[in-house]
């Protein structure tokens, strides 16, 4: 005489992270401010201390304008 086995499944163990998500962008946003910060840094000509609104190009070194200055 034998017995039946019932297989027992484990459905319905579902994973969601609704929070990762959240702390993610979170983390994503101070380091959003920190490459703005960074950024800020690599933009101000160190010519004419000006917020050049571009990141200075290091072949000039500084702005377009003093390294080409209208005459
Ligand atoms: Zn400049």
Same mark, same amino acid.
């Not at 039946?4 to 499944?9: A, L």
């Given at each position: 005489?034998?017995?039946?086995?019932?297989?027992?499944?484990?459905?319905?163990?579902?994973?969601?992270?609704?929070?990762?998500?959240?702390?993610?962008?979170?983390? #994503?946003? *101070?380091?959003? $401010?920190?490459?703005?910060?960074?950024?800020?840094?690599?933009?101000?000509? =160190? #010519?004419? *201390?000006?917020? $050049?609104?571009?990141?200075?190009?290091?072949?000039?070194?500084?702005?377009? =304008?003093?390294?080409?200055?209208?005459?």
């Amino acid at each position: 005489m034998s017995t039946p086995q019932s297989p027992v499944s484990f459905y319905g163990a579902t994973t969601h992270l609704p929070h990762a998500q959240e702390n993610q962008s979170r983390e #994503h946003q *101070r380091v959003r $401010a920190e490459e703005t910060k960074a950024n800020t840094a690599r933009r101000t000509c =160190p #010519h004419c *201390r000006t917020d $050049a609104g571009y990141v200075i190009p290091p072949s000039l070194g500084m702005c377009v =304008p003093c390294a080409y200055p209208e005459p």
